[in-house]
């Protein structure tokens, strides 16, 4: 072969191995459209990330009404007790007859227990002779008050509690609109308490121990009158009773009137 044309040989071959070089970088550059579609990978990860915390946060503070509505709201309009009824023995006939409650119906008698409560007829007030259970079927109430168990004292403590219970569920049942309150039952004085191997303080204590249970702070509360009639010992006040059991009348105002700041203060009014 003559130098000339190797030399050309030689010439064609580099410049096509420099060719195929220049080839293999341009190829192994990353693209203008590869960059695109990376950022847009970021881009879309970026607005995901976005949209779940935009979604979180959507929901956190659609949780927040929900939480603040189980809190208990502050009532409207003026505290009134025309919307009450009073459910209860001798004590009650008590705050019937001298607390002067303009507005509240009574159903209650001497001798009332959860026991015979659904045998007795009574006469309320613009409505007539009626049981209970035809009371609670022709009108409906925004309070009831409930104050049983001294004349249930003697039978079985688990007994007596159920018979409560399921008196409360009832008047729940018939009157779901209506807010209810457990009374304490009036202590005794220390006299009666101490002599008395029946009604006695300690399983007057027990009963409405129990019965306090019942109460939620929502639909049901409960009240507790010895805190107003005890003497320093937990017992009834002996000055402010003739029986050993039941509180002069000029007291019962008294007592009406705290039971209507108690309700003002546990429905929010004040």
Same mark, same amino acid.
């Given at each position: 072969?003559?130098?000339s044309?190797? $030399?050309?040989?030689? +010439?064609?071959?580099i410049?096509?191995i420099?060719?195929?070089?220049?080839?293999?970088?341009n190829?192994s550059?990353?693209?203008?459209?590869?960059?695109?579609?990376s950022?847009?990978?970021?881009?879309?990860?970026?607005?995901?990330?976005?949209r779940?915390?935009?979604?979180?946060?959507?929901?956190?503070?659609?949780?927040s009404?929900q #939480?603040?509505?189980?809190e208990? #709201?502050?009532?409207?309009?003026?505290?009134?007790?025309?919307?009450?009824l009073?459910?209860g023995d001798?004590?009650?006939?008590?705050?019937?007859?001298?607390?002067?409650?303009d507005?509240?119906d009574?159903?209650?008698?001497?001798?009332? #227990?959860?026991y015979? +409560?659904?045998? &007795?007829?009574?006469?309320?007030?613009?409505?007539?002779s009626?049981t209970?259970?035809?009371l609670? %079927?022709?009108?409906?109430?925004?309070k009831?008050y +409930?104050?049983?168990?001294?004349?249930? $004292?003697g039978?079985?403590?688990?007994?007596?509690?159920?018979?409560?219970?399921?008196l409360? &569920?009832?008047?729940?049942?018939?009157q779901?609109?209506a807010?209810?309150?457990? %009374?304490?039952?009036?202590h005794?004085?220390? &006299?009666? /308490?101490?002599?008395?191997?029946?009604?006695?303080?300690?399983?007057?204590?027990k009963?409405?121990?129990?019965? /306090? %249970?019942?109460?939620?702070?929502?639909?049901?509360?409960?009240?507790? +009158?010895?805190?107003?009639?005890?003497?320093?010992?937990?017992n009834?006040?002996?000055?402010?009773?003739r029986?050993?059991?039941?509180?002069?009348?000029?007291?019962?105002?008294?007592?009406?009137e705290?039971?209507?700041?108690?309700?003002?203060?546990?429905?929010g009014? %004040?």
């Amino acid at each position: 072969m003559k130098k000339s044309n190797f $030399i050309t040989l030689a +010439i064609f071959v580099i410049l096509i191995i420099g060719a195929v070089i220049v080839i293999i970088a341009n190829h192994s550059k990353p693209k203008d459209g590869d960059k695109i579609n990376s950022l847009s990978d970021e881009t879309v990860s970026s607005q995901q990330n976005d949209r779940v915390s935009s979604q979180q946060q959507e929901n956190s503070e659609a949780e927040s009404p929900q #939480s603040s509505a189980e809190e208990p #709201s502050v009532p409207k309009g003026e505290f009134t007790m025309s919307d009450a009824l009073m459910i209860g023995d001798s004590r009650t006939v008590g705050i019937s007859e001298y607390a002067q409650m303009d507005g509240v119906d009574f159903f209650c008698d001497v001798g009332m #227990s959860s026991y015979n +409560i659904d045998d &007795k007829k009574i006469s309320v007030s613009s409505v007539g002779s009626v049981t209970l259970n035809e009371l609670l %079927e022709k009108k409906q109430y925004g309070k009831i008050y +409930i104050m049983l168990g001294i004349n249930e $004292i003697g039978y079985k403590l688990d007994t007596i509690v159920k018979r409560f219970t399921d008196l409360t &569920k009832t008047i729940q049942q018939k009157q779901p609109d209506a807010i209810i309150f457990i %009374e304490a039952n009036l202590h005794v004085t220390k &006299k009666r /308490s101490d002599s008395d191997k029946v009604v006695n303080n300690e399983a007057l204590n027990k009963f409405n121990t129990a019965i /306090s %249970e019942l109460a939620n702070n929502q639909t049901i509360f409960y009240l507790d +009158i010895n805190t107003v009639f005890d003497d320093a010992t937990g017992n009834l006040d002996a000055e402010k009773t003739r029986d050993n059991t039941h509180i002069y009348a000029k007291y019962y105002r008294e007592w009406a009137e705290w039971i209507v700041n108690q309700s003002k203060q546990l429905l929010g009014y %004040e």
